[in-house]
């Protein structure tokens, strides 16, 4: 118990220092990746990078817009506190789209991601994104968004008023909605900024979605009231890019999962483009799970991006 104290401190605080830093260190702007359902539905392309002097592994995540759990799950033994000084690591800033009834915005739970379509232009932006953590599991299902505020209070849920000492958070650099809150019709539940960066790649809301500051100030504008919503569960996801199959699998994050290995099994044998699989190479990248796309094709064929693709979960 003293040791979870401890961390919880020391998480804190590291929160306070992020957001300290986020005004006068992190930006973000608009990027659009072209997608075509169902033969163009890998975006992205992964870079190589030289650790810097004092950058922390979260530090390189947030200035590359990814989470926490993109970096930790692709090198899971590298210090993400002290990583080696010009170590040179892959950023793996590419991703298979989720399947999409709306091409709106979509929210993969177990890849702890955000989706925002835009079927005019045939493109589509993605941010990273915290996500409830056990015990406060942000819900699954289709929803929309209703409602929109800037500055925002947060009315603290009575379990949680007396920690806070407070029924009403007013707007402020404490408040753990951030500067906008999008809310959609799921009860008290939104889409929002974050005083704690450092949450966004993790399991920390009480059911909210968390984005970093850069980010929902960017898509806050954009996102229209009525806007569809989908909040699904697909830690295991196929797609396709230059005619070659790629899967993208991750952690089961709530322990939906009784056997991991049957479900990726039972998946494969329902994807429509099974049969241009090589099971190997499928059952490789889902023993990984580090969320990186990995090309599985029968007959793989590389470029240069693809075959970093490839070796990013080896």
Wanted: proline residues 9%; aromatic residues 12%; contains cysteine.
């Amino acid at each position: 118990m003293k040791i979870r104290i401890q961390l919880a401190i020391l998480m804190i605080m590291i929160g306070l220092t992020f957001h300290c830093r986020a005004e006068d260190e992190f930006t973000a702007e608009i990027i659009r990746f072209p997608y075509q359902l169902p033969n163009q539905t890998v975006i992205g392309n992964p870079t190589s990078y030289s650790v810097r002097n004092k950058q922390t592994m979260l530090d390189i995540a947030r200035t590359f817009g990814l989470g926490y759990n993109e970096v930790n799950l692709l090198y899971p033994q590298m210090d993400p506190w002290v990583p080696p000084y010009d170590k040179n690591i892959i950023i793996p800033t590419c991703w298979v789209l989720p399947p999409t009834q709306h091409e709106q915005l979509v929210i993969n739970l177990p890849e702890l991601r955000l989706y925002y379509f835009d079927r005019s232009s045939s493109t589509v932006q993605t941010y990273p994104i915290g996500i409830g953590d056990e015990g406060w599991e942000s819900p699954l299902g289709s929803f929309h968004i209703t409602e929109k505020r800037p500055n925002p209070h947060w009315y603290i849920p009575q379990s949680l008023q007396a920690k806070y000492g407070m029924a009403v958070m007013p707007p402020g650099p404490t408040n753990p909605l951030g500067e906008y809150m999008m809310k959609f019709s799921a009860g008290a539940y939104g889409i929002h900024g974050t005083a704690m960066p450092w949450g966004v790649g993790r399991l920390v809301s009480h059911g909210c979605i968390r984005c970093y500051p850069e980010h929902i100030k960017i898509l806050y504008p954009q996102v229209a009231i009525g806007t569809k919503l989908e909040v699904i569960y697909e830690p295991i996801k196929f797609g396709e890019r230059d005619g070659q199959v790629f899967v993208e699998a991750h952690p089961d994050v709530y322990q939906r999962i009784p056997d991991y290995y049957s479900f990726a099994m039972e998946k494969l044998s329902r994807y429509a483009q099974a049969q241009r699989v090589d099971q190997t190479r499928f059952l490789v990248a889902v023993s990984l799970r580090t969320g990186v796309p990995i090309n599985v094709s029968k007959s793989a064929r590389y470029n240069s991006d693809q075959m970093m693709i490839d070796m990013a979960g080896n």
